[in-house]
């Protein structure tokens, strides 16, 4: 009887594990971004007039192709890493999913909307990081009933009133680990199909640290797709299965991340 | 087995396979109806970002919010100081001090929505990267927030008005919906501002002037009749057709007694300025859902 019930339930749980389904789809991208003010010794007042009335526009734009054909594909359930040395075109990749750069070549499929969870993302810092938590949660397409009741979640998540009552007080009065460890948990506070982290584990303590990444393990498994990028191979190891190598703007090598940060370790110790 | 269940997808092109599991391209416009009920779901966001942007903005002054009072003040004692009492353009007028801060406060509005709007997208990349959501929401908070810096003028403006000897009477309830057609208007371009700002960044720098120049073509500081004394025919007929004019006239003749309209046709005035808010309201905000998907990018 008990064993029967065993393998009817194993039956059951098999099919969701073994159905990959996509939620992100890189098919030979390549993403060329242009730089204003690339060249540097073009921005004097003369040099501008000489373009207007040559008609030369912007000849200090530059071109830098740093995503050259990468293909690959995620599925849901699956955190990945992504490594590289810098300029590698690691931020660039995930800016494209994310479809705030577009593609040159190639194409990008997402399920849903992909959110970037940068260490750059600004909100309000003249206001309160308890407002900051509101205005972000709707930002992020919450029902305002919904974002009353997570705020204090996420300030309890945060941490940052751990010295005192620091929601009540501007953002800029924040140092900066404070503020990316709000951002990443307004962040992480949603639903995602697709999250990609872009070195926003790095900040933060220890503490903030393992709590982050057993978020991520819990955004997974809840049937979502998390990309992150770090130069910290420890978080990579700790949150990811897989792990792509670009160097170069090119995918160097795709598989599991045991494998994959063996052979990067081996790739930079040698250099 | 799981060679046997991943089957359906081998053999797949990349496409195929996005199109079988119903992926979308990244970073892709949403149809026009599709952005308008999203836009219709941020609503919320819009008015939160309006309040706390308003918020912000007092933050840093000793004074707080009572400057939403006290710059209106400050400007028209200083335009009043000016073309009241240097320039003397007083001459032959009832009510100089209500008929230039009417002026001065209705212009004021929109001049202060189309100035933020150039930084709607530029001035908040950091959120634009960082979120999803339609963009449409930022310039459209701008709005929001100068409306209520607005309603903050126009106690003032009231007091002002009442102080200076003119009689409460039943047009003073035309200035409601007069507002609300200029708000229509000055959200729609500054939509428009919004997208010219994100590419052209020297915009910025360009629009003081341009709307000084829009200023002094409204009959702000001074009668309009001068236009008419002065302006040859045709050029006072297109002056006729400035929305700034137009919706300055409407509130001047809501709220003050002695005072005439240009045209010398009411109709024909609030066609005129139906018509602007119809043509900027639509035409803006179809022109910054063109450009959805570039927002951000760069």
């Given at each position: 009887m008990v064993n029967l019930e065993m393998s009817n339930d194993v039956t059951m749980t098999?099919?969701?594990?073994?159905?990959?389904?996509?939620?992100?789809?890189?098919?030979d991208a390549h993403v060329v971004y242009r730089v204003h003010g690339g060249s540097g010794n073009n921005l004097s007042a003369v040099a501008a007039l000489k373009r207007m009335v040559s008609r030369n526009s912007a000849p200090n734009v530059r071109e830098v192709h740093a995503v050259r054909g990468v293909s690959f594909t995620a599925y849901r359930g699956e955190a990945i890493g992504l490594i590289g040395t810098n300029g590698s075109g690691k931020s660039t990749l995930l800016r494209a999913i994310a479809g705030l750069l577009p593609v040159e070549r190639g194409a990008i499929y997402t399920q849903g909307q992909p959110s970037l969870l940068g260490v750059n993302a600004a909100l309000l810092n003249d206001l309160p990081g308890e407002r900051n938590?509101?205005?972000?949660?709707?930002?992020?397409?919450?029902?305002?009933?919904?974002v009353r009741r997570k705020v204090p979640e996420i300030i309890e998540f945060s941490g940052i009133n751990q010295r005192?009552?620091?929601?009540?007080?501007?953002?800029?009065?924040?140092?900066?680990?404070?503020?990316?460890?709000?951002?990443?948990?307004?962040?992480?506070?949603?639903?995602?199909?697709?999250?990609?982290?872009?070195?926003?584990?790095?900040?933060?303590?220890?503490?903030?640290?393992?709590?982050?990444?057993?978020r991520v393990r819990e955004l997974r498994e809840s049937a979502g797709t998390v990309f992150l990028v770090s130069h910290q191979l420890s978080s990579v190891r700790d949150t990811c299965e897989r792990t792509i190598w670009l160097e170069s703007g090119e995918v160097r090598m795709d598989g599991p991340t045991s494998e994959v940060l063996a052979a990067y370790e081996a790739f930079t110790n040698g250099k | 087995?799981?060679?046997?269940?991943?089957?359906?997808?081998?053999?797949?092109?990349?496409?195929?396979?996005?199109?079988?599991?119903?992926?979308?391209?990244?970073?892709?416009?949403?149809?026009?109806?599709?952005?308008?009920?999203?836009?219709?779901?941020?609503?919320?966001?819009?008015?939160?970002?309006?309040?706390?942007?308003?918020?912000?903005?007092?933050?840093?002054?000793?004074?707080?919010?009572?400057?939403?009072?006290?710059?209106?003040?400050?400007?028209?004692?200083?335009?009043?100081?000016?073309?009241?009492?240097?320039?003397?353009?007083?001459?032959?007028?009832?009510?100089?001090?209500?008929?230039?801060?009417?002026?001065?406060?209705?212009?004021?509005?929109?001049?202060?929505?189309?100035?933020?709007?150039?930084?709607?997208?530029?001035?908040?990349?950091?959120?634009?990267?960082?979120?999803?959501?339609?963009?449409?929401?930022?310039?459209?908070?701008?709005?929001?927030?100068?409306?209520?810096?607005?309603?903050?003028?126009?106690?003032?403006?009231?007091?002002?008005?009442?102080?200076?000897?003119?009689?409460?009477?039943?047009?003073?309830?035309?200035?409601?919906?007069?507002?609300?057609?200029?708000?229509?208007?000055?959200?729609?371009?500054?939509?428009?501002?919004?997208?010219?700002?994100?590419?052209?960044?020297?915009?910025?720098?360009?629009?003081?002037?341009?709307?000084?120049?829009?200023?002094y073509g409204s009959g702000v500081l001074y009668s309009v009749d001068l236009f008419a004394e002065n302006l040859p025919g045709w050029a006072t007929t297109v002056v006729q057709f400035n929305p700034m004019l137009v919706y300055i006239e409407l509130a001047r003749i809501s709220l003050l007694e002695n005072t005439h309209l240009l045209t010398d046709s009411l109709l024909l005035t609030w066609l005129i300025a139906l018509g602007w808010a119809l043509v900027a309201g639509v035409g803006g905000y179809l022109y910054f859902w063109r450009g959805e998907q570039e927002y951000g990018r760069g």
């Open positions: 098999l099919p969701q594990i073994q159905e990959r389904i996509p939620t992100v789809v890189v098919d938590v509101t205005l972000g949660c709707l930002a992020m397409g919450m029902p305002p009933d919904e005192g009552d620091f929601a009540s007080l501007p953002m800029r009065t924040y140092s900066s680990g404070m503020s990316a460890r709000l951002r990443f948990s307004i962040a992480a506070a949603k639903q995602h199909d697709v999250l990609l982290i872009d070195e926003a584990l790095a900040t933060g303590d220890k503490a903030f640290r393992k709590r982050s990444e057993q | 087995m799981a060679n046997l269940l991943a089957d359906p997808d081998s053999g797949l092109t990349p496409a195929q396979l996005a199109a079988r599991h119903g992926l979308r391209v990244a970073g892709e416009r949403p149809s026009f109806g599709r952005y308008s009920g999203q836009l219709w779901r941020y609503r919320h966001f819009i008015s939160e970002y309006s309040h706390a942007k308003l918020t912000a903005s007092f933050s840093n002054a000793r004074l707080g919010q009572l400057w939403q009072v006290l710059t209106p003040l400050t400007n028209a004692a200083v335009y009043f100081l000016i073309f009241g009492l240097v320039l003397e353009q007083t001459r032959g007028m009832d009510n100089f001090i209500a008929y230039l801060t009417t002026g001065l406060f209705i212009f004021n509005f929109t001049q202060t929505s189309l100035m933020h709007g150039t930084q709607a997208i530029s001035g908040n990349l950091g959120l634009i990267r960082a979120l999803h959501f339609p963009r449409a929401s930022l310039p459209l908070a701008i709005t929001a927030t100068q409306f209520q810096q607005m309603l903050g003028s126009m106690v003032v403006l009231i007091g002002i008005v009442v102080v200076t000897g003119e009689p409460i009477t039943l047009s003073w309830l035309m200035l409601v919906p007069a507002l609300l057609v200029q708000t229509v208007f000055t959200a729609g371009l500054t939509m428009v501002m919004a997208r010219l700002g994100a590419k052209a960044t020297d915009l910025k720098q360009v629009m003081p002037f341009v709307l000084r120049a829009w200023m």
